[in-house]
């Protein structure tokens, strides 16, 4: 038994196997594409499609239209169009007075195929928009500028998330060359083009294109594996709240050497009010944030040391089993700090400091309820009497799978056929809260968690990789399940 079999939980029940004549046609066309699909992925690596307002739009927009092409090449679809909504609870700009003049979210894909002769409908999601790379120095290679190196594709998205558009598009070239217009399963693929800028018009989406989106079946290509060589299933995800803290203590700007030992400049009360956040080990102290109970796999401090990249002396913060602290209880982390940098400090009280605070949710509480649990923390927590102000407050729901419907069976099959191993079962630290909004819409749909990316991804971060035996075992697992969910009537 290996290390790694060692450490990860048990695989839950499967479906039976494929038969073994359709899995070897799927897994030669797969590998056989592989130099196309790679060749896809690295092209749309090159289009800096980030979604954040400060960015060029038009980037987003040739990443939509990029993707659109890619997706006409399948074969699948009748029709594939590029769709914005209006952002969620957007008012009319400008002074306009109707819906036309409200602000659109950034173009989103959405191609569709009806199901057949009673097959099931399966709903493929992704995101074509990316993360802002960040400072350009700390990466090794050209961010926009995709770099094989080894058996990995560096570049901003590589990974997060155009690996997971390519996983659907190279899952339906296999299957459609398998099936041509025998094709039964109903698919309806859907690529979000603002996902890392908060999906601010997905829920629009969702209630303007419901009777295209209904499904039996969602599979959110947007998550990671437990290894390189073993897949996963994701059944749990942290919710999020985050939000701008404003701490003022004087009218204006005063003289240090005047002023300070009496007058509180803005930066002590910041620094206690953030630091009462968590107790002496680091872990959480605000009073009603909960934490979710479930079992969780071994792995020791020094590995998870090893994998975080801790620099020699430091050590892991929080209490109880390490991956316990990641999935299932609420962390919170200083993400942002308004105030003036070391090479321009001046001997100066400062009057006013702000900070961006991120909160990760348990699975299982509301994160409303977690905002309300910090702002009641910090409004009591305040010294000095100094003012302070909660803004731009932003929440998501976390998510709990239910791992016992016959789409995570057929899953689980589908991956280990794929793989050549059985899927683990984890939580995830991260969030996605655009699942609990697919859930709440879809309530009979089952949603599959899944992704392309492995722990050395980097995801967010300067040198993302995408590696791509991980890739061609995503894509190959994908064909399968659809090749299996087009025999289940």
Do not use: C
Not at 338 to 360: G, H, K
Not at 387 to 399: A, K, L, N, P, Q
Not at 407 to 428: D, H, K, L
Request: charged letters at 20%.
């Amino acid at each position: 038994m290996t290390d790694t079999e060692k450490h990860r939980p048990d695989a839950g029940s499967q479906a039976p196997a494929t038969d073994p004549a359709l899995l070897e046609a799927l897994r030669e066309h797969v590998h056989g594409a592989l130099p196309t699909t790679i060749a896809d992925l690295s092209a749309l690596v090159r289009i800096p499609s980030v979604s954040w307002s400060a960015f060029d739009p038009a980037h987003v927009e040739r990443s939509a239209e990029a993707v659109a092409d890619l997706v006409r090449s399948t074969g699948v679809f009748d029709e594939v169009r590029v769709v914005r909504s209006a952002v969620e609870g957007d008012t009319p700009i400008d002074g306009g007075s109707t819906a036309a003049d409200a602000e659109l979210g950034q173009p989103a894909v959405l191609a569709v195929r009806p199901a057949r002769n009673g097959r099931p409908t399966v709903m493929l999601y992704a995101h074509h928009d990316v993360q802002p790379q960040g400072d350009d120095a700390l990466w090794e290679t050209p961010p926009f500028e995709p770099t094989l190196r080894g058996d990995r594709l560096y570049g901003r998205g590589a990974s997060d998330d155009k690996a997971g558009v390519m996983t659907h598009v190279a899952a339906l070239r296999a299957v459609h060359a398998q099936f041509g217009d025998d094709l039964d399963v109903g698919i309806v693929l859907f690529v979000e083009g603002e996902e890392e800028f908060g999906s601010r018009s997905f829920r629009t989406f969702l209630r303007e294109q419901r009777e295209h989106l209904a499904a039996d079946v969602i599979v959110v290509a947007d998550s990671d594996n437990w290894s390189t060589e073993v897949p996963a299933i994701t059944v749990s995800l942290r919710g999020n709240t985050t939000f701008k803290l404003t701490v003022t203590t004087l009218e204006h700007a005063s003289h240090s050497g005047m002023y300070g030992g009496a007058a509180p400049d803005a930066m002590m009360p910041m620094v206690r009010l953030l630091a009462s956040l968590h107790d002496d080990d680091g872990a959480v102290a605000v009073a009603g944030l909960s934490a979710h109970d479930a079992p969780v796999p071994e792995r020791s401090e020094d590995e998870f040391a090893a994998e975080a990249a801790l620099v020699d002396g430091a050590r892991p913060v929080g209490s109880g089993p390490v991956l316990s602290r990641m999935w299932f209880q609420p962390s919170i982390t200083v993400t942002g700090l308004d105030v003036p940098s070391v090479a321009n400090a001046s001997n100066t009280l400062l009057p006013t400091v702000a900070a961006r605070v991120s909160v990760r949710v348990a699975p299982g509480q509301p994160a409303t309820e977690a905002f309300a649990a910090v702002e009641a923390h910090l409004r009591s927590h305040v010294p000095f009497g100094a003012r302070i102000e909660i803004t731009e407050v932003d929440t998501g729901d976390g998510f709990l799978v239910d791992a016992s419907g016959w789409a995570v069976q057929e899953a689980r099959t589908a991956m280990s056929e794929g793989w050549g191993a059985a899927p683990v079962e984890q939580g995830i630290g991260g969030s996605i809260p655009f699942v609990s909004d697919l859930a709440a819409e879809f309530p009979e749909a089952q949603i599959l968690v899944t992704g392309v990316e492995d722990p050395d991804t980097r995801a967010h971060s300067p040198n993302e990789s995408q590696h791509l035996g991980v890739l061609h075992r995503a894509v190959l697992s994908e064909a399968v399940l659809l090749a299996r969910l087009q025999g289940r009537a």
